[in-house]
């Protein structure tokens, strides 16, 4: 299997903190543990900041994720940017939404336009 076919299998299995994680880097383009850490409290998600560090750790091992150490405030720290392509996120995204189409038809599609009409894009 193609490794970019194998990276987007492996992104529709993604479980929902790693979808906020990957959430947050696709929004910031680059932070640090800590900063994503804040970002998902500020968010309401009580969440260990080690668990964010294995988030990330895992993330960095799939590919989805690079790092990079960076010097902050005389601290050495790495800094997370999201390493998954734009054409890979389209493909994702129709995926998931042809999935749900074929689900619920109609139903579906309305549904979508509803939502996207209430969603405030950031």
């Not at 995926?95 to 979508?112: H, S």
């Amino acid at each position: 299997m193609e490794q970019n076919e194998r990276k987007k299998r492996l992104l529709l299995m993604i479980g929902p903190l790693e979808a906020e994680v990957i959430g947050i880097l696709n929004e910031l383009g680059e932070a640090t543990a800590i900063t994503i850490w804040e970002e998902l409290t500020k968010r309401g998600r009580k969440t260990a900041y080690t668990t964010v560090l294995t988030v990330l750790s895992r993330l960095y091992t799939r590919g989805f994720v690079n790092k990079r150490e960076k010097v902050i405030n005389n601290v050495r720290q790495y800094v997370y940017e999201l390493a998954i392509p734009h054409e890979m996120k389209a493909e994702i995204i129709r995926e998931y939404l042809n999935l749900i189409i074929k689900m619920f038809g109609k139903d579906a599609i309305r549904i979508i336009r509803e939502y996207l009409s209430e969603v405030e894009v950031k």
